[in-house]
């Protein structure tokens, strides 16, 4: 509070100053109550700081990060999304001559996504940090660390506190850490952007729906309040003798307090004096405050594109158990992909060499997604191997099994041969006819042997 009188004062003396020369000087007090405030440096010359602190949503409510997170359909859409892609395996690969690919182990990058991207995180920190900020700041930047020219970690970096500017035609990056600014060189600097339309930053998404989350926020709020009053808005008191004195109507409302808020809902109100309490009731339902409660958990989910059941709404459910499988693959196709795609492309056109982006990519394993679904994975793995584009090794490593003998070979359906000697099978005539033929040899060379040892008999 003290930082905001002295904000409220330097505001005021603005306009004095201004009329005086002193504006300069106005202008540093309000920046260093600002900078003590928060502890990072503000320009007041954009609308970034007034948007965030001091912007409020048609239905009044003032709408920060913070405060949207305290929505339960903000935090679980997040939560959501970040956690999702954070269990899904970030793998380096490398093209090989014939077309298919392998996992590019020695590679220095595959060490930083797939083991460890710094001596603090896991990867699966790393990615849900990166896809939290895309989803509450719209933007994610990543410092890349080195040494001797060598890439040796990925650390992540608060999105609030990064100022990015175009300056003769290329972008500056000016990060804010304990009260001091630097500027991070373009080389160094990662920065995965949410849906933009100036191609510098992406669009904060709690900035711009900030009346959909207000909105959400007054609801909520007016739904706490009917409950801390006992389920009811008000209530009337009458006495018969008309007029109360000051320190009468002192009294009774005191004595009053004892029977609101849901603790002491269904207490028996004691009257006196010829006192008489008629309670004006509110129905949820017939104030709608059920359906504008669902509604905005409905359009907080097509916000961040989460379909609703995955957050626990289970409302206009009748035909859902018969498609879940297609929901997952909408959730797949429609929310997650497009969150894939962007970052497996900035780490492209970020952390892989120029030289090496024809051969060297990352890649998300979305396979692991069928992990919790046995009966998903028995049939992907059933098809894979009738098909012969998998073996049972390569199943049993991606189950975490040991290996079988044998294992190796690629099988099809057509009797689960090996794929070498598709061709050469035999017809089934043929295959009789040279089972038949095979016995008669045998018969005859047994029979000529018999005879032999009848004749060897004979003579002596």
Request: proline share 4%; glycine share 8%; net charge neutral.
């Amino acid at each position: 509070m003290r930082a905001l009188e002295v904000i409220r004062a330097g505001l005021a003396s603005s306009t004095s100053g201004t009329r005086s020369g002193t504006k300069s000087g106005t202008r540093g007090r309000v920046r260093a109550a600002l900078m003590d405030w928060l502890g990072v440096p503000i320009d007041l010359r954009n609308g970034t700081f007034w948007s965030e602190w001091f912007g409020v949503s048609a239905s009044g409510k003032t709408v920060t990060v913070d405060a949207a997170l305290q929505l339960a359909a903000v935090w679980a859409c997040v939560r959501l999304l970040s956690e999702t892609v954070s269990t899904l395996p970030l793998k380096v690969y490398r093209r090989v001559p014939d077309g298919s690919r392998e996992l590019a182990r020695d590679h220095p990058l595959y060490r930083l996504l797939a083991c460890s991207p710094n001596a603090e995180m896991t990867p699966g920190r790393f990615m849900l940090f990166v896809v939290a900020s895309l989803c509450l700041r719209g933007n994610a930047f990543v410092e890349k660390k080195r040494i001797a020219g060598r890439l040796v970690a990925l650390n992540p970096l608060l999105p609030q506190n990064m100022v990015v500017q175009r300056v003769d035609g290329r972008l500056k990056y000016t990060y804010t850490e304990d009260g001091r600014q630097r500027e991070i060189a373009l080389a160094d600097m990662m920065h995965i952007r949410g849906f933009g339309l100036d191609g510098v930053c992406g669009l904060q998404p709690i900035a711009v729906g900030r009346d959909v989350i207000g909105s959400a926020m007054s609801a909520e709020e007016a739904a706490a309040k009917l409950f801390a009053h006992g389920l009811q808005a008000s209530g009337v008191v009458t006495h018969e003798d008309g007029k109360l004195s000051a320190a009468q109507r002192q009294t009774i409302e005191a004595s009053l307090e004892r029977f609101t808020g849901s603790n002491n809902f269904g207490k028996v109100i004691v009257l006196e004096s010829g006192m008489k309490y008629q309670g004006i009731t509110m129905n949820p339902e017939a104030a709608q405050m059920l359906q504008t409660r669902a509604m905005n958990v409905e359009q907080i989910c097509s916000w961040f594109k989460v379909p609703p059941f995955m957050i626990g709404h289970m409302d206009k459910q009748s035909s859902w158990a018969s498609s879940i499988e297609r929901l997952n693959l909408h959730f797949l196709t429609h929310s997650l992909r497009p969150l894939l795609e962007n970052i497996e492309q900035e780490i492209a056109r970020c952390l892989i060499a120029p030289g090496e982006r024809d051969t060297v990519y990352a890649e998300f394993s979305v396979e692991a997604l069928l992990r919790a679904d046995s009966a998903g994975r028995a049939a992907y793995y059933s098809t894979a191997l009738q098909n012969g584009w998998m073996n049972r090794n390569t199943v049993a490593r991606m189950e975490n099994m040991p290996l079988i003998e044998g294992g190796d070979v690629y099988t099809v359906q057509a009797n689960l041969v090996p794929l070498e000697q598709l061709g050469r099978q035999p017809a089934p005539a043929q295959a009789a006819h040279a089972a038949q033929a095979a016995m008669h040899a045998w018969l005859g060379a047994l029979h000529e042997q018999t005879d032999h040892s009848d004749e060897a008999a004979l003579a002596a």
